[in-house]
């Protein structure tokens, strides 16, 4: 795998490298060595956020959810305000781009100083790791860097929040390829899309896509409604009143049910306490996390997995 970076990491982000012997597993097995993941991760506003790469041995993927970056290949001799001086002017990245650094492409990027990125991403490999990025964009050949815009989707980080997953799965080889399929149902979707792609300019149109991908990238944690209003352009009172109109629920409800769902989840295929359940999905108070989950549910927590896992039967 390619040098992962050293950057620190802030609060709410994640860095995630597949032990070597797991990766090595996953190259020989028939349902993953097609293609399987390296290393996955998210960055939350990654101030900072930098790296360089003369030597590159494995695909790497990235999709920006809000902020900026700049990113070149080749060598890069110095970055001043976000603006390459060296061999490559670089490629603006902006929020609802995919970028795919393909193997061999040296490679450098560098978050805006005054809005940096916030990404998942991954590194990836495998015997048709090269097929599925020429599936990708067939119509750029051996370009040295894979760019296209398809604006938020909720549906792709929620996907990435799953493949996150796989860092709680201590080493079971099943849940590694597990994750390689997901992975493998990333690319072909983010393929799927391309044809759909929106760019910048939304017309004035309420993007509920964005107001959901913001509430998956949340879910484990906590998300207020003027962060949601404000990311679709509206104040609080007029974003309340036009999702209800889109949706027929209230923006506090479906967040709410996103967070059941990933709870019973978790429940279904970990052994974590309640407590822990609750803690990963944002709540911090287990009684108000066993009440909201009857009150969606019907049933709390620990009647749930016994249901779940045949105790009842």
Partial sequence: MSTPSSWPLPPGSIRFVVPRPVVQQMAH?????????????YYRKAAGHHMERPVHDD??????L??????????????????????????VIRAGDFLILPRGTPHWYQANPQTPWTIYWAHFDGAEA?????????????????HFSLGSSARVVGDFETLLEIRQATYHLNAFINAANQLRGILTHIALLKPLARHQD????????RVHSLMLESVHGQLDLLSLANAVNLSKFH?????????????IDHFIRLKIERACHLLDVTHQSVGQVAMDCGYQDAYYFSRA????????????RKLRTGAYA
């Fill in 239 to 251: 974003f309340i009143k036009k999702y209800k109109e889109v949706t027929g629920t209230t923006p």
């Fill in 130 to 146: 090269d097929e599925f990025v020429r599936h990708l964009a067939p119509e750029q050949g051996a370009a040295p860097m894979i």
């Fill in 66 to 91: 809000e902020g900026s970056a700049v990113v070149g290949t080749g060598n890069k001799e110095s970055l001043v305000h976000g603006e390459s001086k060296g061999n490559s002017a670089g490629k």
């Fill in 202 to 209: 939304t017309g004035g149109r309420f993007d509920l896509e």
């Fill in 29 to 41: 097995h028939p349902l993953s060595m097609g293609l399987y993941p390296q290393g996955i991760g």
């Fill in 293 to 304: 989950f009857k009150k969606v549910m019907g049933v709390s927590p620990r009647e749930y």
């Fill in 59 to 64: 695909h790497l993927l990235i999709y920006c």
